[in-house]
């Protein structure tokens, strides 16, 4: 597609696969595997934008650029890992639906604004977080994508939303995106239920080498990804899931390079390493301030500590803790005989 970067459209009809998790972490190791990224979150619940920390969600961002109310540069917004920009969601992407259906060619909008404001500037490749439903906004992400991953739980309910999905990406292909391909099949929460490995055989038989080799398990660590708001592939590196996504992500490139140039990237093992030391320094990526006035009322809150001289950790914790009261035999004896002396008073009051 002339004038812009492969672009991977992270989609499924069916929600609660996965499919924002993946994007974040493939965004997160395509650029751990040195490339210039830029994760679009189209998805109006803003997940892909939160799994970043970035938090409460801007003013400005992908809503003003598919409606040609801002170009890329002044909504792009930085993250905390060399080499990934974000183009966050906004809480005015669910009104997107409303106001494409009154457009003509709408369709079209999101690819126009982006070879517009020249999205090759600051992306080798792009990942675009589409919504879990075929409506204007998803077309505008699939329009401008020249490939589609789909994320899919092993499970028959998810079989059904993936055969969906498959003719519904053939029918964009014949109608409005010729040069749209299918980037595969991605396995994802899975477990060691029987039931989810017949699933997963049927898949594989059905779609062959589309479905990806590795799938990426069900790990709790990608809950507490989500709670520091950092992706579970730069939390957990060598885990099931951080690591399943890092060699999805080599998978993924091998793929997209079969039609598509890309730079030079690092192998899987430097891409695990610069993983690692992202984690490594991880307390300094959680929740980046975006302005609004809840960060605001912190940073204030911070420099009107900071003129106290006597402010220190120790001050957290409070005065130090008394000694611990240790009576001897006579305090011991002096207590009985007052309870003993109590008692009989209140005998006497309940007589």
């Not at 017949?198 to 709790?220: K, L, S, W």
């Not at 592939?233 to 890092?246: E, I, M, Q, R, S």
């Not at 809150?301 to 803790?321: I, M, N, V």
Request: hydrophobic letters at 45%; proline letters at 8%; one cysteine or more.
């Amino acid at each position: 597609m002339t004038g812009l970067p492969p672009i991977v459209a992270v989609f499924n009809h069916k929600g609660g696969v996965a499919k924002t998790t993946s994007a974040a972490n493939i965004a997160a190791c395509l650029a751990a595997f040195g490339l210039r990224v830029v994760l679009l979150d189209l998805d109006a619940q803003g997940n892909a934008t939160a799994g970043f920390g970035v938090l409460p969600l801007p003013p400005a961002g992908a809503y003003d650029v598919l409606l040609g109310l801002s170009g890329i540069e002044p909504v792009l917004v930085a993250t905390s890992y060399p080499g990934l920009l974000l183009l966050p969601a906004t809480a005015d992407l669910r009104m997107a639906e409303l106001q494409l259906a009154a457009e003509e060619h709408s369709h079209l909008q999101l690819r126009n604004a982006l070879e517009r404001h020249g999205l090759a500037q600051w992306a080798d490749v792009a990942v675009i977080d589409c919504p879990p439903s075929l409506g204007m906004v998803t077309a505008n992400a699939l329009t401008a994508a020249s490939a589609v991953l789909i994320p899919a739980r092993p499970d028959p309910f998810t079989h059904e939303g993936l055969v969906n999905t498959w003719h519904e990406i053939r029918r964009l292909r014949e109608t409005v995106n010729p040069g749209l391909s299918v980037a595969g099949i991605l396995l994802t929460m899975t477990t060691d239920d029987s039931t989810e490995a017949d699933v997963a055989r049927t898949m594989r038989a059905e779609f062959g080498e589309n479905v990806y080799p590795t799938g990426i398990e069900a790990d709790p660590k990608v809950v507490e990804a989500t709670q520091l708001g950092v992706p579970v592939a730069v939390l957990d590196p060598d885990g099931g899931a951080g690591h399943a996504y890092a060699v999805t992500t080599a998978e993924l490139l091998r793929r997209l390079t079969r039609t598509q140039p890309l730079p030079e990237t690092t192998g899987l093992d430097a891409a695990l390493n610069t993983l690692r030391d992202w984690r490594a320094r991880l307390p300094a990526l959680q929740r980046l301030p975006t302005g609004a006035e809840a960060w605001t009322a912190v940073a204030q809150a911070q420099d009107d500590a900071e003129p106290h001289g006597d402010w220190t950790p120790d001050r957290l914790s409070g005065p130090p803790a008394a000694a611990a009261f240790r009576p001897g035999m006579p305090g011991l004896a002096a207590a009985f005989l007052a309870g003993m002396l109590a008692g009989g008073v209140l005998v006497r009051v309940l007589l």
